[in-house]
């Protein structure tokens, strides 16, 4: 039986370069999204067409009862689950911490943490051996924005980033006999369209300068991190924070 994983925020940019990758190394995998249906479907039909098994799962991980929901929907079209890959994340417009709202801070810290919280928490109690689980691995997807803080841009979302750090290395140490790895990834300046979402669509070239390496990264090269902590290479990784950032 093939590897299961749940890829939240899965519809584009490094989620769904890690769902098409993963395919690859013969996961099933279940692609969520919030709203961009067509965009999910899309990689389940790329996914399909080289042979592999994915469904599009509609869920805001946000939401305690759509969260319940998408997990019970896999159990019963995909199977135990096997690894868990928290993508899901939302960035906002540059601003000052004194320019920010309450509802911009609200939907900043529900979808990047709780979002994290709330899927981890389903996937281990399915994983756990606690449970009666067969174990299983979760990767968190941070930032480097949460060691740089984001100054005049996105301190909301660097300490969203940074309370996933956080997270990370306290999960990794709670379930680690339990038969769960967990370890994260912090993107650098990734060529994807979050930027266009934040209000700076150029970003990702404009600050290739930064960058000790001169360019942004890829998705496919944070995937490539994510499937690597996926695996059984990584086996005696536990709350490891992995940089994919360039140098920066």
Same mark, same amino acid.
């Given at each position: 039986?093939?590897?299961?994983?749940?890829?939240?925020?899965?519809?584009?940019?490094? $989620?769904?370069? #890690? %769902? +098409?990758?993963?395919?690859?190394?013969?996961?099933? *995998? &279940?692609?969520?999204?919030?709203?961009? !249906?067509?965009?999910?479907?899309?990689?389940?039909?790329?996914?399909?067409?080289?042979?592999?098994?994915?469904?599009?799962?509609?869920?805001?991980?946000?939401?305690?009862?759509?969260?319940?929901?998408?997990?019970?929907?896999?159990?019963?079209?995909? $199977?135990?689950? #096997? %690894? +868990?890959?928290?993508?899901?994340?939302?960035?906002? *417009? &540059?601003?000052?911490?004194?320019?920010? !709202?309450?509802?911009?801070?609200?939907?900043?810290?529900?979808?990047?943490?709780?979002?994290?919280?709330?899927?981890?928490?389903?996937?281990?109690?399915?994983?756990?051996?606690?449970?009666?689980?067969?174990?299983?691995?979760?990767?968190?997807?941070?930032?480097?924005?949460?060691? +740089?803080?984001?100054?005049?841009?996105?301190?909301?979302? &660097?300490?969203?980033?940074?309370?996933?750090?956080?997270?990370?290395?306290?999960?990794?140490?709670?379930?680690?006999?339990?038969?769960?790895?967990?370890?994260?990834?912090?993107?650098?300046?990734?060529?994807?369209?979050?930027?266009?979402?934040?209000?700076?669509?150029?970003?990702?070239?404009?600050?290739?300068?930064?960058?000790?390496?001169?360019?942004?990264?890829?998705?496919?090269?944070?995937?490539?991190?994510?499937?690597?902590?996926?695996?059984?290479?990584?086996?005696?990784?536990?709350?490891?924070?992995?940089?994919?950032?360039?140098?920066?």
């Amino acid at each position: 039986m093939n590897p299961i994983v749940l890829i939240t925020g899965a519809s584009r940019g490094i $989620g769904a370069a #890690t %769902a +098409l990758l993963a395919a690859q190394k013969g996961y099933a *995998v &279940a692609v969520n999204y919030q709203a961009n !249906s067509l965009a999910a479907d899309q990689v389940v039909q790329e996914i399909r067409s080289k042979g592999g098994q994915a469904i599009a799962v509609q869920a805001d991980v946000a939401i305690e009862t759509e969260v319940m929901a998408m997990f019970k929907r896999i159990d019963a079209e995909l $199977g135990p689950l #096997t %690894a +868990l890959v928290n993508n899901a994340g939302v960035i906002d *417009v &540059a601003a000052r911490v004194d320019e920010m !709202s309450v509802d911009r801070l609200k939907r900043m810290f529900n979808t990047n943490v709780l979002g994290s919280f709330l899927c981890a928490r389903e996937a281990v109690r399915r994983m756990s051996t606690r449970h009666g689980g067969a174990g299983g691995v979760i990767v968190n997807v941070s930032s480097g924005a949460a060691r +740089l803080g984001s100054a005049g841009e996105y301190v909301d979302y &660097a300490a969203s980033k940074g309370a996933i750090d956080t997270f990370t290395v306290g999960l990794a140490r709670e379930v680690a006999t339990e038969g769960i790895r967990v370890n994260a990834v912090r993107p650098g300046i990734i060529d994807t369209d979050i930027h266009a979402s934040g209000g700076q669509p150029e970003r990702a070239h404009l600050a290739a300068p930064q960058i000790p390496l001169q360019r942004a990264g890829t998705a496919l090269e944070v995937a490539q991190a994510i499937l690597w902590l996926l695996s059984s290479e990584s086996s005696f990784s536990i709350g490891a924070v992995l940089d994919v950032t360039g140098g920066r």
